[in-house]
């Protein structure tokens, strides 16, 4: 296993810095293409609640996302370390491939474009479904990867279909294999290369640690590059709050999580890229688990299981 910031280090000389930003989609699990209530664990802004300015020029939001972490290049510059500013940006929430009902992709290439363009950016990371990738996307985002650095996370969550029916989730585990392969030709046939990162679920009612384990194989044998773990979290305006609060499931403990990390990491393989084995929850909506508030806490615990971080 690697870390994300020695991955990232490796490639680019240089610490880099992720900067969310809103691509203006929408998500065929909402606008009624597959259906209208989102995933079952999905918040209302389309689980990227850090995310400034949906309605803002791309130009701005970059501006206003480099803004907020400024105070990490102050911190790192009173530590005495070079700070040189390298920025990827990053389409987070919602499905960022997806060009909505009328299906014009050419706005999004335009403003990837445009992301990619902007002074001190180095990379771009697109999350969206693997249902998501047209042919014209393919070929547009392999192309790109020539130029660029290119991450696509794609959400698996899980490899039992029938925990992803109840979540809503409106893929087989097919298309999310093909997905990942679809990715790396497209980029092969470029002459570059596509980063795939998985998202993976741990606690998703009715998933024993089996299948979460098999969760974790699957994404492995699909040839994801990289993989993100994080526990189930419930959070306000959400299908699973309702069925939380119904007692319908319990969320995970701590040390339940740390178990089932402890089982997972070892059928990672050396080269796999780690990019995050714990959330960054919305306090102001959480509803459960109450532990993974406290992320200081939950993120040394897991450096000490994981050796990462
Ligand atoms: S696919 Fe992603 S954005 Fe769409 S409803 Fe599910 S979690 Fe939310």
Redesign the pocket.
Same mark, same amino acid.
Do not use: A, H, P, Q
């Given at each position: 296993m690697i870390f994300v910031s020695d991955f990232y280090k490796k490639i680019f000389s240089q610490k880099v810095y992720k900067i969310a930003l809103d691509a203006g989609c929408t *998500?065929p699990?909402?606008d009624g293409t597959l259906g209208r209530g989102?995933?079952i664990f *999905?918040s209302q802004n389309?689980?990227g609640d850090f995310i400034p300015g949906r309605n803002l020029a791309i130009e701005e939001q970059i501006e206003k996302a480099k803004a907020l972490v400024e105070s990490k290049f102050s911190r790192a510059a009173a530590r005495g370390e070079k700070v040189s500013k390298k920025f990827i940006v990053y389409f987070q929430n919602?499905?960022n491939t997806y060009a909505g009902a009328d299906g014009d992709e050419g706005r999004l290439f335009a403003l990837f474009e445009k992301a990619v363009s902007a002074p001190d950016v180095v990379g771009i990371a697109i999350g969206t479904?693997p249902d998501c990738l047209s042919e014209g996307m393919l070929a547009f985002l392999g192309e790109l990867s020539e130029r660029t650095f290119v991450q696509i996370e794609l959400?698996l969550q899980t490899a039992n279909e029938k925990t992803a029916d109840y979540c809503r989730r409106g893929f087989k585990n097919e298309v999310y294999t093909n997905a990942v392969d679809r990715l790396h030709k497209a980029a092969e046939n470029a002459g570059g290369r596509i980063h795939v990162v998985t998202h993976v679920i741990f606690g998703l009612p009715g998933d024993g640690t089996d299948d979460m384990m098999e969760t974790v194989k699957l994404a492995v044998a699909g040839g994801t590059d990289g993989i993100k773990i994080t526990v189930l979290y419930v959070v306000e305006g959400t299908d699973l709050a309702k069925e939380y609060r119904a007692g319908k499931f319990k969320a995970l403990e701590k040390e339940e999580y740390y178990d089932l990390l402890r089982k997972a990491l070892p059928l990672l393989p050396k080269d796999m890229v780690v990019h995050r084995l714990t959330g960054d929850p919305p306090k102001r909506i959480l509803i459960a688990p109450e532990w993974t508030a406290d992320k200081k806490r939950v993120m040394n615990e897991i450096r000490g299981i994981s050796g990462l971080m």
């Open positions: *998500c699990n909402r989102g995933c *999905c389309g689980s919602f499905t479904r959400g």
